[in-house]
């Protein structure tokens, strides 16, 4: 046994023994440490977002979707980073325009990994930036008549698109312009054309969490609400006719949580909204059942759904076999038995797949840890898929997560002692990691550097790290691959120079 | 099924498998309401064409895939480049995260800055409270030396005004009052991030030297033998900074970077995270005003700078981003010519090595034909030095570049016999630039990683010389300053035409008599 493979094995049985009270004190000590960097007024207001989670709690106990404070570096966004970077932008036949000035479509064009099929640029969009690109002559004197020209232009240009969106950013709703009678009059213009306006501006809420509200909302009102009920179906109802929300597509996730339902029986009539149409969204009020990913950014329409179309909606998580084959069960309990033994044949049918990805990676990655920080779903629902793996998630927060977010990750999620922080700041995760020391962090493009360069493996929980799709059977092997390695890559073993290791005890005895 | 745990397919290989392919064909038909392939056919053919690059040109309000950011990125890129300093931007936080997102995407580093966070209460009074606040946390938490502020549009649209709210926090305690806070105006609906460099760069001397803000004495210029040095935004700062310090320390001269982001965008993965690495020390930013001349190497991201420091009685410089023999040349011999120092013999090696490679590979290059895009200043670095290559800089396009810029590429084709049939396209986009590659095509094309799309749809081979470069890897490491730096460039366009020439003559028993072993 070699020198190393006694330290780490003397390192994993200090581990062990850390007792959940140990680790609650530790993690309580922690919270305490941090909040001394804050002024008071601060370190009160950010008491409330950082706890130690008691089991048996009905939440989290932190306070959630509350203003950041100003110059803590919050990991957030904004509303417009939630209409036009989230809901909107993966609309593949409509042009979303980044209305105001150019920074905004510059900044998020492209960067979500929003994969689509279409021919870019004739009859999809997803990849390219339209911008209004405001000056200061559309500031002074309003961008609406500059707004009509360019859906002229978009018209004249780009004749195949199925739809226009205005996602609004920071100025339009201070200048007072008027973009919902803009859209009107040109959706008139042009027969009818769907052309939605959205009061995304960045400055609204609190992060991107309002901007999902407003692009649901916005849907409801300018697509759902604009159907004409005399036009006939595109295609025959079915009793096993489901839509796909929440998913967006990011590294081909919808594709491979398509495949499972279309395989246990049921038939995807939307995905909403990555690779996802106009068609699509109209067609979803003829739903059986939603099935929703991230309830987080479209429990909104969902519920509208409801209310208004009597289509109930299931949450589910195809993160790890755990979950998606419980997730599977459920979403089956909706219809009869063909779809109930559907769902028991594709669980059978991946078996073997799952069986040999966790005798590959589980050996390899048993006991490891894990903190997140991530936005959405993601801090509570890929916890399922690490414990497949033997891992341990230790500590999660939420970027921008609401109490119900708390409660789903305190009732089916997280363990006794997990560290909970809430929008955390840049200085305290880096705190946090640094006193816990992780085996893993899973976050995002922000996040990355900092902790790789402090040794710490990391994960873009965001966007799978340019790898993906993770949703799904298909997805966990990809999954699990990728958590191998970064955690287990020889690099870190390299990041301290060897002539700066701490001396062993042992050497020091030699002396 | 086609995923294994023994080969495992991601995303590049997975959806080709039958299963998917007949999932996602079925989808479109019954689900996407599809147009008629026929017609997507002729609308991409039509795109094509001189009428649709007419109606194209035509375009007066909309801007589709522009070559260029806003404001504030420039400002948070050069704060960056002050020791200890964390750059602070009022207005909205999403904007914040989105410049630290495009900042580390480039760099793979870590991004830093804070945001006031204002929201819809803010907007309706102001963002007094949110400034006050905002300094005080970023004060006791990050520790900086210096915080540097600039603004977002929303800040800028309800006319918050930094002088006085700074002002006001230091009198409410959120930092000391002799702390520095330089501040920048830097409104995202005038200029792009070169404008925002510029201001931000103007705000922090216009800090040391004229009085912070009204709150110390005005320094009097005591003229010494330093010179003063300004990058401008620069996706290859790492690289270039390190190269202008060597050739600084090989000629002997005495030097100040302003705005150093040498080592904040290159920290070691070595167990510590480091929020401030390197950067133009406060004293140094101060003492600048005593320098004989300040150089600036890019003349657009330096408009309004270099002439409050020529006020002060400075010499003052500006080049065009130089890349190649004849603009280094240039570069250098302002340097002799303004610190008296020779130019050392190394440097004339250095040189003739360049003109060397220049000369073995210039069959290779000579008369093929290039668009470039980009920032105004590398445009213009990149044209010269095509010319200078015998090749053609075709079309010039910089979605940032004024008139004036115009008229001065104008002015580089002209004094070339190369220049005669290249034009330069100021304001026009990617999308313009499409419609270019496929009217009137070129052999390659010169811009960032955007470019990718030009490739994939004219088929014109791209060349990654820009920012931000998101899909390569540490091309910032590398100089394009430089004789040395001349040399990066030409090699980076030589592979990309020797790929190309294999690519195009692999095919066995039909082209690969051209597939040569030695070019």
Known sequence: MSANRIIEESQMSVTEKQSVAEIKARNKELIAEVLQVYPEKTAKRRAKHLNVHESGKSDCGVKSNIKSIPGVMTIRGCAYAGSKGVVWGPIKDMIHISHGPVGCGQYSWAARRNYYIGTTGIDTFVTMQFTSDFQEKDIVFGGDKKLAKIMDEIQELFPLNNGITVQSECPIGLIGDDIEAVSKTKSKEYDGKTIVPVRCEGFRGVSQSLGHHIANDAIRDWVFDKINPDTPARFESTPYDVAIIGDYNIGGDAWSSRILLEEMGLRVIAQWSGDGSLAELEATPKAKLNVLHCYRSMNYISRHMEEKYGIPWCEYNFFGPSKIAESLRKIASYFDDKIKEGAERVIAKYQPLMDAVIAKYRPRLEGKTVMLFVGGLRPRHVIGAYEDLGMEVVGTGYEFGHNDDYQRTAQHYVKDGTLIYDDVTGYEFEKFVEKIQPDLVGSGIKEKYVFQKMGVPFRQMHSWDYSGPYHGYDGFAIFARDMDMAINSPIWKMAKAPWKQAPKPFLQAAE | ?519
């Open chain 2, 1 to 519: 099924m086609t995923q294994s745990a023994e080969h495992v397919l991601d995303h590049f290989e997975l959806f080709r498998g039958p299963e998917y392919q007949q999932m996602l064909a079925n989808k479109k038909k019954m689900f996407e309401n599809p147009r008629d392939p026929a017609e997507v056919e002729r609308v991409r053919e039509w795109a094509k064409t001189p009428e649709y690059r007419e109606k194209n040109f035509a375009r007066e309000a909309l801007t589709v895939n522009p070559a260029k950011a806003c404001q504030p990125l420039g400002a948070v890129f050069v704060a960056v480049g002050f020791e200890g300093t964390m750059p602070f931007v009022h207005g909205s936080q999403g904007c914040v995260a989105y410049y630290r997102s495009h900042l580390s995407r480039h760099f793979k580093e870590p991004s830093s800055c804070v945001s006031s966070s204002m929201t819809e209460d803010a907007a309706v009074f102001g963002g007094l409270n949110n400034m006050i606040d905002g300094l005080a946390n970023t004060y006791n938490m990050y520790k900086p030396k210096m915080i540097a502020v600039s603004t977002t549009c929303m800040a800028e649209v309800i006319g918050d005004d930094l002088n006085a709210f700074i002002k006001t926090s230091k009198e409410k305690g959120s930092v000391p009052a002799e702390y520095d806070v330089p501040f920048a105006h830097t409104p995202a609906f005038v200029g792009s991030h070169i404008t925002g460099y510029d201001n931000a760069l103007k705000g922090i001397i216009e800090h040391f030297w004229d009085g912070k803000a009204g709150t110390a004495p005005k320094l009097e210029r005591q003229p010494n033998e330093k010179i003063n040095f300004i990058g401008g935004f620069d996706g290859y700062t790492v690289g270039n900074l390190r190269e202008i310090k060597r050739i600084f320390k090989m000629m002997g001269i005495d030097y100040t970077i302003l705005g150093d982001n040498e080592n904040v965008f290159d920290t070691p993965t070595d167990g510590e995270f480091r929020m401030y690495a390197g950067g133009t020390t406060l004293e140094d930013a101060a003492n600048a005003i005593h320098a004989k001349a300040t150089i600036s190497m890019q003349q657009y991201c330096t408009e309004k700078t270099l002439p409050v420091i020529g006020n002060h009685g400075q010499e003052v410089v500006a080049f065009n981003h130089p890349v190649g023999v004849t603009g280094t040349d240039a570069f250098i011999m302002a340097l002799s010519r303004i610190t008296g120092k020779e130019i050392p013999e190394e440097l004339a090696l250095e040189r003739g090595r360049l003109v060397d490679a220049i000369a073995d590979s210039s069959a290779h290059i000579h008369g093929k034909k290039f668009a470039i895009y980009g920032d105004p200043d590398l445009c213009l670095g990149l044209a010269s030095f095509l010319l200078e290559l015998g090749a053609e800089p075709t079309h010039v396009l910089a979605t940032n570049g004024s008139k004036q810029w115009a008229e001065k590429v104008q002015e580089v084709f002209d004094a070339s016999p190369f220049g005669k049939n290249c034009h330069v396209y100021p304001g026009k986009d990617l999308w313009h630039m499409r419609s270019l590659l496929f009217t009137e095509p070129v052999d390659f094309l010169i811009g960032n990683t955007y470019g990718k799309y030009l490739e994939r749809d004219t088929g014109t081979p791209l060349i990654r010389i820009g920012f931000p470069i998101f899909d390569r890897h540490h091309k910032h490491r590398y100089p394009v300053w430089g004789y040395q730096g001349g040399l990066n460039v030409l090699v980076t366009i030589l592979d990309k035409i020797f790929d190309e020439i294999d690519r195009n003559t692999n095919v066995p028993a039909k082209s690969d008599y051209s597939f040569d072993i030695i070019r």
